[in-house]
């Protein structure tokens, strides 16, 4: 029996491919395929070649063409100047100084620190995102999401466009609302259509937007489809209420008070506490009043006196009370810090005696409550925002944090610090600065407003230069000398470049500080004059 070779059965292709596999000594390929007079090996190149460019040639599509997309939107705002335009390719390039030996970081700019910064100004400014830059802009908030709220603004209507086009950039689709078209507010079909039909991020951001024009239309357009909404995006829309928070949105949110999530309802209830007139507040003051109060029994200094709640009823749990603590604590204390955190502090100076907020949190506590009560009171200074109670809670600036009237947690610190204005709260952080030092003032400077005030820019370099001569290492201060480097006035960049230098090495001092310091120093000076040059790119 004849046996019939493979050879006879195969496509010019597959013999190609098989020959490769083999090798041209071990299986010729069959007369035809390679051009004659070459080498083995060169002609099954070439052959291999030409049949490629035969198999594409030939190819069918395995569907009709999809449609092509629709043309990006039209974006009006001013185009990026040149400058700047060069700057921010820069910038998504991440075209860093090299890092040095040790872990040291030069004394070039930190770009990708600077592109945040960046952002926010060329958002100020109106400016448009060049259509060349976008798909790198997309890229870089998909690694980063502290980008996205800015890129997603500088991208505009193009950037969502095109995020609609690649399965990379879903992200800006759903967790942003910069650059949607939303229809006009007055256009009720319009904002129907959209809040029903529309991405939730959208939603969001109609909902914020009708708010801004009409308060009662947003409420309303909530209202149509609260029922229908998922636990997390009722959570969702009703945070959104906070932005322009006003004795209106009461009814609503003594509604939210029944509903049947327990994060929804806990919202509602801390909305509703930070309306002083609402009648939720009214409640919690009332209740908190009853634990809290003067004591008259002796001739002695004034105390307040605290008697905690022995209960959880019904109502106050409706009223967001949450009955059972967290592990440690104890349940009369944790009912009595949630009532007072929830009633107006409007309620207290009438209460104790008509006193001011500086004498009510100076006087002494009984029964070791004191804590818990200024635990509290500073919860409701910062949910409140109000400057009067935070300052007497903050207390002097040169009082150890330890023995502050208030709280001595950073966090806690810098929530009362945020219901100050501006210059209060950097004249304050300037004055802790100056009598603590930088170890406790990293969470405080990150609320400060940016630029830092002149008064506290010369805090923390004033610090700077102490540890410096104390022979510290900068690394200790890395944070800190990071935030100037973005917060501070590019105006100081001047007065600082005396600090450059290389300081002589003490003997008490670590090993090659002067020198670390002095590249820290250089690096900050070269970052604040670049800022300045990004200012003046984007200004032209």
Same mark, same amino acid.
């Given at each position: 029996m004849t046996r019939t070779t493979s050879t006879s059965r195969t496509s010019p292709w597959e013999e190609i491919v098989t020959s490769a596999l083999l090798g041209t000594d071990r299986r010729t390929p069959q007369a035809g395929l390679?051009?004659?007079?070459k080498d083995a090996p060169v002609a099954l190149l070439d052959?291999?070649?030409?049949? $490629?460019?035969?198999?594409?040639?030939?190819?069918? &599509?395995?569907?009709?063409?999809?449609?092509? &997309?629709?043309?990006?939107?039209? *974006?009006?705002?001013?185009a990026l100047p040149e400058p700047a335009r060069r700057r921010l390719v820069q910038l998504l390039a991440d075209r860093a100084g090299p890092a040095a030996s040790g872990g040291?970081?030069?004394?070039?700019?930190?770009l990708t620190e600077l592109l945040p910064q960046w952002l926010a100004a060329a958002n100020e400014h109106g400016d448009r995102a060049p259509a060349s830059v976008l798909p790198a802009l997309l890229d870089a908030a998909r690694a980063r999401t502290d980008l996205r709220p800015q890129a997603l603004e500088f991208a505009g209507p193009r950037g969502l466009w095109l995020a609609r086009l690649n399965p990379e950039w879903k992200y800006a689709l759903r967790g942003g609302s910069a650059?949607?078209?939303?229809?006009?507010? *007055?256009?009720?079909?319009?904002?129907? $259509?959209?809040w029903e039909e529309g991405l939730f991020a959208e939603r969001v951001a109609l909902l914020a937007t009708v708010r801004a024009h009409d308060s009662g239309a947003a409420r309303t357009l909530l209202g149509s489809t609260w029922s229908t909404e998922r636990a997390e995006d009722r959570l969702m829309f009703l945070d959104s209420l906070r932005a322009g928070l006003s004795d209106a949105d009461e009814p609503f949110l003594e509604q939210a008070l029944s509903d049947r999530s327990r994060n929804v309802r806990s919202t509602a209830a801390e909305l509703l506490s930070a309306l002083p007139r609402s009648a939720l507040a009214g409640r919690m003051a009332a209740r908190a009043a009853s634990c809290v109060a003067i004591d008259r029994s002796g001739d002695t200094t004034a105390a307040i006196t605290v008697e905690a709640p022995h209960e959880c009823d019904a109502d106050m749990q409706r009223d967001g009370i949450v009955p059972t603590p967290p592990s440690g604590r104890g349940e009369r204390s944790w009912w009595l810090g949630?009532?007072?955190?929830?009633?107006p502090l409007s309620v207290w100076p009438g209460r104790l005696g008509g006193r001011t907020a500086d004498e009510i949190v100076a006087l002494p506590v009984s029964d070791d409550w004191a804590d818990e009560l200024h635990a509290a009171w500073c919860r409701a200074a910062a949910r409140q925002r109000d400057a009067d109670w935070s300052r007497a809670l903050l207390g002097s600036p040169a009082t150890p944090p330890s023995t502050g009237p208030g709280t001595?947690?950073?966090?806690?610190?810098?929530?009362?610090?945020?219901?100050?204005? *501006?210059?209060?709260r950097a004249s304050w952080v300037a004055e802790f600065i100056a009598a603590h030092g930088l170890s406790e003032a990293f969470q405080l400077l990150g609320v400060c407003a940016v630029p830092w005030a002149e008064p506290l820019g010369r805090a923390v370099v004033d610090a700077l230069e102490i540890a410096r001569d104390a022979g510290s290492y900068p690394w200790s201060f890395s944070g800190v000398m990071g935030l100037a480097e973005r917060c501070l006035s590019p105006d100081e960049a001047g007065r600082l470049e005396i600090l450059t230098a290389t300081p002589d090495d003490q003997e008490d001092a670590s090993p090659r500080a002067g020198s670390y310091w002095s590249e820290a120093f250089q690096r900050l000076v070269s970052t604040l004059r670049l800022r300045a040059t990004m200012s003046e790119e984007l200004t032209r």
């Amino acid at each position: 029996m004849t046996r019939t070779t493979s050879t006879s059965r195969t496509s010019p292709w597959e013999e190609i491919v098989t020959s490769a596999l083999l090798g041209t000594d071990r299986r010729t390929p069959q007369a035809g395929l390679t051009p004659v007079g070459k080498d083995a090996p060169v002609a099954l190149l070439d052959a291999a070649a030409l049949y $490629t460019v035969r198999r594409r040639a030939g190819l069918r &599509p395995a569907a009709p063409a999809g449609r092509a &997309p629709e043309p990006a939107p039209h *974006d009006a705002r001013r185009a990026l100047p040149e400058p700047a335009r060069r700057r921010l390719v820069q910038l998504l390039a991440d075209r860093a100084g090299p890092a040095a030996s040790g872990g040291r970081r030069g004394t070039a700019p930190d770009l990708t620190e600077l592109l945040p910064q960046w952002l926010a100004a060329a958002n100020e400014h109106g400016d448009r995102a060049p259509a060349s830059v976008l798909p790198a802009l997309l890229d870089a908030a998909r690694a980063r999401t502290d980008l996205r709220p800015q890129a997603l603004e500088f991208a505009g209507p193009r950037g969502l466009w095109l995020a609609r086009l690649n399965p990379e950039w879903k992200y800006a689709l759903r967790g942003g609302s910069a650059g949607s078209v939303l229809p006009a507010v *007055d256009d009720t079909e319009a904002v129907r $259509t959209l809040w029903e039909e529309g991405l939730f991020a959208e939603r969001v951001a109609l909902l914020a937007t009708v708010r801004a024009h009409d308060s009662g239309a947003a409420r309303t357009l909530l209202g149509s489809t609260w029922s229908t909404e998922r636990a997390e995006d009722r959570l969702m829309f009703l945070d959104s209420l906070r932005a322009g928070l006003s004795d209106a949105d009461e009814p609503f949110l003594e509604q939210a008070l029944s509903d049947r999530s327990r994060n929804v309802r806990s919202t509602a209830a801390e909305l509703l506490s930070a309306l002083p007139r609402s009648a939720l507040a009214g409640r919690m003051a009332a209740r908190a009043a009853s634990c809290v109060a003067i004591d008259r029994s002796g001739d002695t200094t004034a105390a307040i006196t605290v008697e905690a709640p022995h209960e959880c009823d019904a109502d106050m749990q409706r009223d967001g009370i949450v009955p059972t603590p967290p592990s440690g604590r104890g349940e009369r204390s944790w009912w009595l810090g949630q009532l007072v955190e929830a009633a107006p502090l409007s309620v207290w100076p009438g209460r104790l005696g008509g006193r001011t907020a500086d004498e009510i949190v100076a006087l002494p506590v009984s029964d070791d409550w004191a804590d818990e009560l200024h635990a509290a009171w500073c919860r409701a200074a910062a949910r409140q925002r109000d400057a009067d109670w935070s300052r007497a809670l903050l207390g002097s600036p040169a009082t150890p944090p330890s023995t502050g009237p208030g709280t001595t947690s950073p966090a806690e610190r810098s929530k009362l610090l945020a219901a100050l204005p *501006d210059d209060d709260r950097a004249s304050w952080v300037a004055e802790f600065i100056a009598a603590h030092g930088l170890s406790e003032a990293f969470q405080l400077l990150g609320v400060c407003a940016v630029p830092w005030a002149e008064p506290l820019g010369r805090a923390v370099v004033d610090a700077l230069e102490i540890a410096r001569d104390a022979g510290s290492y900068p690394w200790s201060f890395s944070g800190v000398m990071g935030l100037a480097e973005r917060c501070l006035s590019p105006d100081e960049a001047g007065r600082l470049e005396i600090l450059t230098a290389t300081p002589d090495d003490q003997e008490d001092a670590s090993p090659r500080a002067g020198s670390y310091w002095s590249e820290a120093f250089q690096r900050l000076v070269s970052t604040l004059r670049l800022r300045a040059t990004m200012s003046e790119e984007l200004t032209r």
